[in-house]
Structures are given as C-alpha cells and as structure tokens.
C-alpha cells in the first residue's frame, strides 16, 4: 500500500513536460500579416541609425530572455493571444470605421463600406453609384443588400432623383434638400455614423451618400420574400379567425393591430444580439397594463448580451423567472385573435423576428390549458370542453403511475374479474410490469418524434401505422399485455389534448417521474410526487405573478378559470395582473335587456 500511494499521487498532480513540444505552432494569417508589416516597418527604419541601433539592442534583449527561459523550462515559451484578442488585430481599423462618423469626401466613404462589407468579394452588397440630377450635378452612392430589397422602390427612388432637371445645387446641406425636395420615400432617416448605416442595410434599408455631405439617408426599402399569412399550424379552431403569424415582425404587429384597433396600443422596439443582431418588439396597451410589468419587461430584454436571437423560443429562456422548472412560464401562441384578447387583458406581447410564435406575459397554468375558440363557442360548450381538457390534464401524466402502484401494490382497490382479466393477459409475458410500460412508453414517444420530424402527410401515416403495427405486434408476439396498450393509448391522448405545447411536454416529463415513484412505492410514491410538484408549481412566478393564481394565492376568481360562465357575466379583468383598469364591461353590459328583468342575468 505504501508503493501503490505515491504512484497514484504522481498520476493525479500535474506535472510540467520538460522535453520540447511535439507539435509546431504554425502562424495564423493575423500572426503573418502583422510580422510581414513590423518587417516592412523595420526596413523602413533601416535608414535611421539610432533606431536601428534600439532594435538591435530591444533584439538581444529579447533573446536573452528567450534563452533564460528555455534554459529554466527547456522548451521556449509561446505567447498567444485570446480569440477576441485575435479578432480585434485582425481589422484594427474595422472596429473605428464602424463607430466613426461619415465623411464628407464620396470616395472615402465609399472605401468604408467596401472594408466594413468586404466587397469586392461579398456579393450580396451592391454599391450603386449615380449623379443627381441638380444644376450641376452632385456625384452620389447608393448601397443596399440584394434579396432585402424591393427592386422596384430602388428603380423608383434612383429615377427620381437622376432625372429631376433644371434644379440648382442646393446652398445648405445636401441630404437635408435630397430629403425635403427630391427624395419620395416615406421613411427617411438621416443619420451620421457608420453603424447607423450597417444597422439599416442589413435589415433590408438602402443608404444614400452624397459628395460633400457628412449625412447618410437610410430609406426604407424592404422588400423580402417571405410567407404569406396562412391558417396557424398547432392551434386550429373550427370557430373563429382563421390566419396566423408569420416570420415578417411587421406582418405580425400589423395582423395583431386589425384585431387591436386601439391607438393605446404602443409597440416598442429593441435589437438583440451582440454579432447578429435581430429586432424584437413588445406590445401593450398604454392606458392597460400595468407600468411596473413593461418596466420589467423591457429590463430584462436590454439586459440581454448573446451573440444571436433567432427564435421566440430562445428568448423565452433568457427571460423566465425560473429556467430549471419544467413548466413554461411564457404563454407562446401563433393566432393574433388570442394575443389581442391578452393584451385586452393587461398583458404584454414580445416578438421576434423570424418566429411565428409570439410570446405572452405573465401567464399562469389555467391560462395555458385556455384556447381562444371557448370564447366563440357558446358558454355552456366551453365549460364543457374545459373540463374534458382538466381530465386529461391529469390522466396524461397520472394514469401510468397509479396503474403501477394497483397493480403491484394495491391489488385490492379493483374489481376482482379486473383483477383476474390483467392477471390472464399478463401470463404469457416475460418481463416485469414496469419493464413492459416502459417499453410501450418509449415505443409511443419514438412514434411521435418520427411523425413529427418526417414532413407532410407521410409523417401522419406514420404516425398512425407505427402505433398499430407496434401495439398489434407487440400484443401478438406476448411482449405486452393488452390492457397496458390501451392505457397508453388513452395516456397519449390525453396529452394531445393539452392545447399548449410546452405543458404538454412538461406533463410527458412528469410521466416517467411518477412510473418510477408509483413502482417503487405505490400510492405513496405518487402521493410524495404530487406534494412536491404542487410545492414547486406554487412556488413558481412569471414576471411576480404566481404561478396558480387565482387559486393560490386565492383572489378574484372570476367566471373564467376552469369553468366559463355567459359573457356579459365577465365584467372584471384577472386582478393578478395589476391592471390600471380592472373593470372589463359595465354592470349592465346587455342593454337590450330590461334592468328589472333579472339584473342581467344574475342570481345575486
């Protein structure tokens, strides 16, 4: 033992290599390109003796320490500089150019962009240069990103301002009289720095330059190809507005806008991302929402440092309350009817461009197990269909759990002819109860990935065809009992019918959890599953507002939690959203109706 502890010792520490490297550090272009201009340099100063004399001797004192360092080590130490290091030598005018402001000399310009772009071997930037039509004429640029842009806005705004004759060369600054007199566009933004210019040509603007003017001109000019406004893909009705968003942040503000004609409604606009930077917007009602809710919002999105943001999704994760619960804690929907009545609600709506999913917060679990067709639908179908829904909630992530715990525990809370048909079917069938779930579990959830990942109608079939083919089989071949397909059947359902995505994904989590608990300790297990997720649900806010509430924290439960009363009955908003009105309709919402007939049809 005492010759086996210092030999596991001496492999756990670390010990320097004295022999030299095996390997050769070659130069990277940054390396070469800045030692082919210090030599340049150099034999440039080869004429100044005293400095030739320096280096000789800035030189030799360079190479005794190298050589006292290769004598103390026995290998010569390498010096390398960090990634951003390396970046920043790369272009060190790049960085400048980019914050610098515009120049009043064309040609100077002209040879920024051309650095900043890469041009001429980037081929998407098209710098277009032209003459304005003045008395004489004004020698001009025009840069703009090809496949941002409309070509036809591009032909119409060089037209106008090539063609106009007679008019003299303006006394002031020359975007401010290209802005006021030559130039149609509707949006036009002067700007003076570089970056402003990246900013707009990048997202689809085209920016105009003038010979003797220190002014950018950033039109709008998009025009990119994108997807018409089609039926939503997971959140289809049969009753009410049948379009959804789409991946143009525009479209989407203005299809929310038709349902939300208020001019209360205020969208804000932020960029996100540090090297590809895109644009997310919130929505919200002035006079509605609570200032301290889009105060927070707005916090958190400018709090954001990430190199990219291309998705809703990914968003959603850096701005959630509690990232490491399963449960969403952002309401994600792709129908702009539900987010108007949100935002009618006191709620605030983020988008971002490129995701056809618009995100809303706070949000709390009823609201998630809500879909917009209850309210198009007649009250009493609503509540019916809530309930149904609240079912199946349960069952999607219970039923497996409390299967096990009766059929390995609790034998004697079912009927015995059940008891005797499970027992006969599980004859035959060589593996253990849990074994067998978990086989017919994991075989449910292949089924659904691969219907999901193959497109179109092929997926569907499948889908289909792979869970009869595998149940029919797996029944026939005495590897599962029948009974436990048609619970896992009934169990997939079940979470298909939960109408938000992400909680039913949390629920197909909490499923294996509460099969292992069930296993290993019945009705126990389960019950000690149930106390703790109901101990983190709780626990959970989104945005400050409790995770359960109305219930828990009990308030104002209002007529539109699990069941859903007549409409003219919803006259307060959820009061847990802090709203600045909280008074939805007046009491008498029905006007047609006789003030003594009823009290509107209240009981109270």
Not at 57 to 67: L, N, P, Q, T, V
Not at 74 to 101: F, H, Y
Request: hydrophobic share 40%.
């Amino acid at each position: 033992m005492n010759k086996i502890l210092p030999q596991i010792m001496k492999i756990l520490t670390y010990q320097e290599n004295k022999e030299d490297e095996s390997f050769v550090l070659e130069e990277n272009p940054t390396e070469k390109k800045a030692w082919q201009d210090s030599r340049a340099g150099g034999e440039k100063d080869n004429k100044s003796g005293a400095d030739e004399e320096k280096k000789g001797d800035i030189a030799e004192a360079s190479a005794g320490r190298e050589a006292g360092e290769k004598k103390r080590t026995g290998r010569r130490r390498i010096r390398k500089t960090s990634p951003r290091g390396e970046k920043k030598a790369a272009v060190p005018g790049k960085m400048a150019q980019n914050d610098g402001l515009i120049t009043n000399d064309l040609e100077s310009n002209r040879k920024i962009i051309e650095t900043l772009y890469g041009l001429p071997v980037n081929k998407d930037v098209v710098v277009r240069e032209f003459e304005l039509g003045t008395v004489p004429g004004i020698k001009a640029m025009l840069v703009f990103m090809d496949g941002l842009v409309d070509k036809a806005i591009i032909n119409h705004l060089l037209q106008s301002l090539m063609l106009f004759s007679g008019v003299g060369r303006p006394g002031g600054r020359i975007a401010d009289f290209v802005k006021e007199n030559l130039l149609p566009g509707n949006q036009v933004q002067e700007v003076e720095h570089f970056k402003d210019v990246l900013k707009g040509v990048n997202s689809g603007d085209s920016a105009f330059f003038f010979e003797g003017s220190d002014r950018s001109l950033v039109v709008e000019t998009k025009g990119i190809e994108h997807r018409a406004v089609d039926k939503p893909n997971t959140e289809q009705t049969v009753r009410g507005p049948q379009e959804g968003f789409g991946e143009i942040l525009r479209v989407n503000t203005a299809l929310i806008r038709k349902h939300a004609r208020s001019g209360e409604l205020t969208t804000e606009m932020f960029t996100v991302g540090e090297r590809l930077p895109n644009d997310v917007a919130i929505m919200y009602l002035r006079d509605l929402a609570n200032a301290d809710l889009v105060k927070e919002v707005k916090r958190r999105i400018k709090s954001i440092k990430i190199d990219f943001m291309m998705d809703s999704g990914m968003l959603e994760g850096m701005i959630e309350d509690s990232p490491y619960n399963l449960n969403p804690q952002t309401i994600a929907t792709e129908r702009p009817d539900r987010v108007a009545a949100f935002l009618a609600e006191g709620k605030v709506a983020i988008l971002v461009n490129g995701s056809p999913q618009v995100l809303v917060v706070p949000c709390t679990m009823y609201s998630q197990l809500h879909t917009g067709e209850e309210s198009y639908l007649r009250w009493q179908y609503g509540t019916f269909t809530r309930y149904v829904r609240l079912l199946a909630f349960y069952i999607s992530f219970l039923l497996p759990g409390v299967y096990l715990s009766i059929v390995l525990f609790h034998q004697e809370m079912i009927p015995t002819e059940l008891l005797l048909a499970i027992a006969g079917n599980r004859e035959r069938v060589p593996f253990p109860s849990v074994v067998e779930l978990l086989l017919l579990e994991f075989s449910f959830e292949l089924v659904r990935e691969a219907g999901v990942r193959i497109p179109g109608v092929i997926g569907t079939t499948i889908g289909i065809v792979g869970a009869l083919i595998l149940g029919q089989a797996s029944v026939q071949a005495n590897i599962v009992s029948p009974i436990l397909v048609v619970l896992v059947a009934v169990t997939g359902l079940s979470s298909f019918a939960v109408p938000n995505f992400a909680l039913a994904f949390t629920l197909r989590i909490y499923r294996f959890f509460y099969i292992i608990l069930g296993a290993l300790m019945g009705f126990f297990g389960i019950t000690i599953g149930l106390f703790v997720q109901i101990l983190f649900t709780t626990n959970l806010k989104s945005f400050g507002v409790p995770y359960l509430s109305p219930s828990g924290p009990r308030t104002q439960l209002g007529y539109d939690v699990v069941y859903r009363l007549p409409l003219f009955l919803h006259e307060k908003r959820p009061d847990y959203d802090n709203p600045q009105d909280v008074r939805r309709a007046p009491r008498i919402s029905r006007g047609w109706v006789k003030r003594g007939g009823g009290n509107n049809g209240r009981s109270d």
